[in-house]
C-alpha cells in the first residue's frame, strides 16, 4: 500500500518562501500522477497543482507564477516550491496520488502565511 509523507510547513511572513516536500513508498509510484492539494480552516479540498510521471505540469490560477511542482523519481519524492505567499494561501497541504479507483493521501503540513 502506497505510504505518503509531508514536511516543510511553517509559518511565514507574506512575501515569503517555502518549500515542501513528499516522500512516497510503494510500488510504481514513478508511473502515477502526483498532486499537491490544500484545505484552509472550514473549505474544501482544493486541487493546487499536478505533474505526471513525464513532468507536464498543471497549477491552479490562484498560484500560477509563484508555485512550482517538481519531482524527483529516484528519491520518489514530489515538491511544492511556494513564493511570494500570501495570507490566502494559510491551509493545511496534502500530498496525493491517484490510481484509479484508489486515491493516497499523506498527513498533512500545515502553512500559515502571517506577520
Known amino acids: 500500500q502506497v505510504q505518503l509523507v509531508e514536511s516543510g510547513g511553517g509559518l511565514v511572513q507574506p512575501g515569503g518562501s517555502l518549500r515542501l516536500s513528499c516522500v512516497a513508498s510503494g510500488s510504481g509510484v514513478s508511473r502515477d500522477v502526483m498532486a499537491w492539494y490544500r484545505q484552509a480552516p472550514g473549505q474544501r479540498r482544493e486541487l493546487v497543482a499536478t505533474?505526471?510521471?513525464?513532468?507536464?505540469?498543471n497549477y491552479a490560477d490562484s498560484v500560477k507564477g509563484r508555485f512550482t511542482i517538481s519531482r524527483d523519481n529516484a528519491k520518489n519524492t514530489v515538491y511544492l516550491q511556494m513564493n511570494s505567499l500570501k495570507s490566502e494561501d494559510t491551509a493545511d497541504y496534502y500530498c496525493?496520488?491517484?490510481?484509479?479507483?484508489?486515491?493516497?493521501w499523506g498527513q498533512g503540513t500545515q502553512v500559515t502565511v502571517s506577520s
Open positions: 505533474i505526471t510521471s513525464g513532468g507536464m505540469t
Open positions: 496525493n496520488i491517484q490510481r484509479y479507483p484508489f486515491n493516497y
